[in-house]
């Protein structure tokens, strides 16, 4: 086995564990001030669940599955493409494990900056970033670099030591040597000088 092709098993065995972590942090806190003097509300959103900040318990307030599933289906592709990366569907199961977490930290990402273009005209809105989205870059970096890294790419072509000269057997009347034919106003035909 190939120091790259360990380089990529081990970094897609750290990629398939972070990307659930960021699954289960903080995407972003939303918190409304009520401009009629009635307080402030937050809101947290993770991967799964949208939960009041400072309610009893931590109030779910509704289901959240943006990218939990698509992420822990991506990140169980991943330890099956490092686990088995020398057969040919895992390097392929490993490449479409990192392009689904790529498509779903994309997703995220899009659904946080849209976050941060909300207003209302009931309150003021803070939107503050959480931990998970830094970590889902890095588990993205680290799951393509290491789907590319198992892959079996074609050993490059030796250079030759010595000069190559192609030749054409036969009559190469279509093209001069020169690639430009003369032309003697003389002559009804072109030749080549």
């Known amino acids: 086995m190939t120091r790259s092709r360990l380089l990529g098993i081990a970094a897609l065995l750290i990629a398939a564990p972070l990307a659930i972590v960021a699954a289960f942090l903080v ?7 009520l401009r009629a003097g009635e ?6 959103y993770t991967s799964w669940v949208v939960t009041a900040v400072g309610s009893p318990e931590g109030t779910i307030v509704g289901g959240y599955p943006l990218v939990g599933v698509p992420v822990v289906v991506a990140a169980s592709l991943l330890v099956l493409g490092a686990v088995r990366a020398g057969a040919l569907w895992a390097r392929l199961t490993a490449l479409g494990g990192a392009a689904l977490l790529l498509g779903s930290a994309w997703t995220t990402g899009h659904h946080v900056l849209a976050a941060f273009g909300d207003e209302t005209p009931v309150a003021n809105l803070d939107v503050e970033l959480g931990p998970a989205m830094p970590l889902f ?3 993205c970096v680290l799951a393509l670099a290491g789907a590319l890294l198992v892959q079996q790419w074609p ?6 030591d010595v000069a190559v000269v192609h ?9 001069p ?9 003389a002559a009804d035909e ?3 000088r």
Request: aromatic letters at 10%; proline letters at 12%; a negative charge.
């Open 155 to 160: 050993a490059r072509a030796a250079e030759p």
């Open 190 to 192: 072109p030749h080549v």
């Open 27 to 33: 995407l972003y806190t939303e918190t409304y001030e």
């Open 177 to 185: 040597p020169f690639g430009i034919p003369v032309v003697d106003p």
């Open 167 to 175: 030749r054409v057997d036969g009559a190469d009347d279509d093209t």
């Open 137 to 139: 870059g890095v588990a």
């Open 39 to 44: 307080g402030s509300r937050s809101y947290e």
